[in-house]
T-cell receptor
Framework: ETGVTQSPTHLIKTRGQQVTLRCSSQSGHNTVSWYQQALGQGPQFIFQYYREEENGRGNFPPRFSGLQFPNYSSELNVNALELDDSALYLC?????????????FGSGTRLTVV | TQLLEQSPQFLSIQEGENLTVYCNSSSVFSSLQWYRQEPGEGPVLLVTVVTGGEVKKLKRLTFQFGDARKDSSLHITAAQPGDTGLYLCAGPGSSNTGKLIFGQGTTLQVKP
């Protein structure tokens, strides 16, 4: 148990649909990051939220969007799903915007787009 | 563009053998982290190395950060089946966004 909870654990969606993934942290860190991990690859940074504001974004299109709430829980929304969006989506929390000291990851949401 | 390349990508060994996984870059990183990920789980942080030349030990695992802070290695002594998993190195991106850049990972299989 890492203290970072993601839901749902698995999800199957049809191409063109929209999906919302959720993340919550027991410790209430003010930073949350989202990563996409394709099968057999390392995670790719999608974006980070710090105190409810987007703090940085990776090379992902605008149809990937997020929210962070006052209780520091977070959502990742993906619109107009494509087959290539099939991946493990990971949420990570840390103590701030400094990535030097590592993050705590949730177990992820496995998204399959058919 | 900052990239981290890991080698080998896949390693299958017998219990009791030693192994080394490498993580290399042409860029300087302020720190490097090693994570271990099991199927169906998220990565779990093993160690962070910060100082060039630093060596850290975690039981049978030894981590080293290169003097120039462009590379790192993970050495496992007397591997056990419980060491099986995906090993990932990661480093902070150059912009202050909290972004972590990951290598593609090394899948380790330790056979009993």
């Amino acid at each position: 148990e890492t203290g970072v909870t993601q839901s749902p654990t698995h999800l199957i969606k049809t191409r063109g649909q929209q999906v919302t993934l959720r993340c919550s942290s027991q410790s209430g860190h003010n930073t949350v990051s989202w990563y996409q991990q394709a099968l057999g690859q390392g995670p790719q940074f999608i974006f980070q939220y710090y105190r409810e504001e987007e703090n940085g974004r990776g090379n992902f299109p605008p149809r990937f969007s997020g929210l962070q709430f006052p209780n520091y829980s977070s959502e990742l929304n993906v619109n107009a799903l494509e087959l290539d969006d099939s991946a493990l989506y990971l949420c990570a929390t840390g103590g701030g915007s400094d990535a030097n000291y590592g993050y705590t990851f949730g177990s992820g949401t496995r998204l399959t787009v058919v | 563009t900052q990239l981290l390349e890991q080698s080998p990508q896949f390693l299958s060994i017998q219990e009791g053998e030693n192994l080394t996984v490498y993580c290399n870059s042409s860029s300087v990183f302020s720190s490097l982290q090693w994570y271990r990920q099991e199927p169906g789980e998220g990565p779990v942080l093993l160690v962070t190395v910060v100082t060039g030349g630093e060596v850290k030990k975690l039981k049978r695992l030894t981590f080293q950060f290169g003097d120039a802070r462009k590379d790192s290695s993970l050495h496992i002594t007397a591997a056990q089946p419980g060491d099986t998993g995906l090993y990932l190195c990661a480093g902070p991106g150059s912009s202050n966004t909290g972004k972590l850049i990951f290598g593609q990972g090394t899948t380790l299989q330790v056979k009993p």
